[in-house]
């Protein structure tokens, strides 16, 4: 063996991989031994065959409930936060003094727990919060506001809880598509309707999918938010508080894990539906040529 | 979109910036200029020198901060980019980088609603212009470099603007790439019979291009001229340093006689003619490398040893190296050695006399 082959041939074992064997080991640890244990847990049923435990979830409308629920709650609000941060992160896209305010503006309550938003809500939006009583002070409503302990307070909750995430993910998408091709579009005729029709949103799209499917996820699994402000055990029964209550009221653990099961299946579908239709669009550099 | 003009006048165009500091700095001052149909104008100068910044507000991509853009009898500088319909060519090209090479021209057909049958046969007309057949459902990614210039410019004019702006379009390329696109440019520029207003840092580019020169420094204009006045005549000291006076000699204005003036610095004793009215005793003397020529002459004799030699083929760039220590840059033929002693002379209508500015 001469000296030139001994430099060029590689190691066996890249040295670096060992660098990930801690965060393989942590992800073992605790994300696939667990899965798999719930997994097979799920069909080891109290009572009944292996599969009985799906069985009774989708046939005790008490459970299969939960399902619509969830999804009637985290489908709207994955749209309002995706569909309101997009055009504001579009609009932020210049690097001003002005656009740091406003993002660290939005971006605060993503420092909050969901606990204290939920604290935060019963305070302002309860039945005699401060909305409630300004409005009435004003004369501007004297009904009765119902925005705590229901559907539409969950639904705030997780708006306010998600939206900053959604936000700054778009934000960094949205700079990091070089402007000089808006400004080419501009030359073109483009106005800016339409910059940001055939220019930023086609270059977007991958992104939006992306953020789509993490803003979901968060909401699908909503849990302290939906019994704090919302009525946990009537329209905001989601499909963690089933599982819950199967594994701390009930006891029967391999119910839970059926629950836990069904629910990360649920979210799977989506974000593949959605990785699915992001193939469809231009995957690439987002700059306008060499330079 | 008036397709057809007569001219767009740059009437005393100002762009300023408000620098992070809060200080204003003006990066065009005052450019006037007029541009009849058919022309090709270079904007020249060192980098910094405001001749994007000009380009841009002509585009609309900038607004002015004072002055106004004429086309003909129409007022344009309040028009946005989209309503002014000024192909441009960007730097980096700026092709979209989603949309294959055939939607990237055919864009700005697209924006003005052209029926498809006409904008697919103006599309196949620009890609022949361009020479870039067989490429047209690539994704820019695809090309090379060479070829990507091309779409910018088929995209550029396929919309049949009455100006094309060109912003360095050709300083991503290599040096060979660089002169067979500079060609193109001229050839494209003829075929269509409008005017071409071409920004770039390089004066070789801008004299074998360009009908008519506007040399910028700082902002202002210093000389708007053919190439070969700006090549000649430069009319101060900077156009003169910039178009490749490498040899300027801080000097004593003698005596100004009828035929020129003599000027004498650094042992030396020069007769040249002034080319900017001069204020004082002192001046610079500017001779341009290629024309100071080897053997002795009734006047303007340097005698000097060669120190430095790069040679370039056909002929050498020396330094060489006067008694007083003076270093001047000539052009001689063939490989001269260094050590040796060289007389040389230059024509004295080739010795520019200006007279001093705030800058040696």
Sequence with gaps: ?291 | MPHDFKQLRLDRVSRRFANPSGAVHTAVDALSATIPRGEFVALLGPSGCGKSTVLNCIAGLLPLSDGAIWLDERRIDVLPPERRGFGMVFQNYALFPHMSVRANVGFGLRMRGTPAAEAARRVAKAFALVQLEGHEDKLPGQLSGGQQQRVAIARAIVIEPPLLLMDEPLSNLDAKLRLEMRGEIRRIHRELGRSTIYVTHDQDEAVSLADRIVVLQDGRVQQIATPQEVYAQPANIDVARFMGYRNVLDVKVEEARSTGVVVSGDGMWLTGVVKQTLAGARAYAAIRPEEITVGASGVNLIEGRIENVEYGGRDSLVDVRTASGLVLHARMPGKPAPGDTVQLTVPPERVLVYPHGSEP
């Design chain 1, 1 to 291: 063996m001469n000296a030139a082959e001994r430099v060029t041939r590689p190691a066996l074992i890249d040295p670096a991989w060992l660098l990930v064997g801690p965060a393989v080991l942590f992800l073992l640890l605790l994300f696939v031994y667990p899965f798999l244990y719930g997994f097979a847990l799920s069909f080891q049923p109290a009572e009944g065959d292996w599969f009985a435990n799906y069985q009774k979830f989708f046939t005790d409308s008490r459970a299969w409930r939960t399902l619509i629920t969830t999804f009637g709650l985290a489908l709207p609000v994955t749209v309002i936060n995706v569909g309101f941060a997009l055009p504001i992160a579009f609009r932020l896209r210049r690097r001003t003094t002005y656009q740091r305010w406003i993002t660290t503006l939005l971006v605060v309550p993503i420092t909050l727990g969901t606990v204290l938003i939920a604290d935060g809500m019963l305070t302002y939006f309860g039945p005699r919060g401060w909305l409630a009583q300004t409005l009435q002070l004003l004369h501007l409503y004297d009904g009765p506001i119902r925005l705590t302990h229901n559907y539409w307070g969950v639904l705030i909750s997780l708006v306010i809880s998600g939206f900053p995430f959604a936000f700054l993910l778009l934000l960094s998408y949205v700079t990091g598509i070089d402007p000089v091709l808006a400004r080419a579009a501009a030359t073109l005729g483009a106005n800016r309707w339409n910059q940001f029709l055939h220019i930023y949103l086609p270059l977007l799209a991958p992104g939006l999918a992306i953020t789509f499917c993490l803003v979901f996820v968060q909401a699908f699994s909503v849990f302290p938010s939906a019994v704090l402000v919302g009525a946990p055990s009537g329209s905001t029964r989601v499909i963690s508080i089933a599982a819950y209550e199967a594994a701390f009221e009930n006891y029967d653990y391999a119910m839970a894990s059926t629950v836990a099961m069904i629910m990360g299946f649920a979210q799977l579908i989506v974000v593949a539906v959605v990785l699915a239709l992001r193939r469809a669009f231009y995957r690439g550099p987002v700059s306008g040529g060499k330079g």
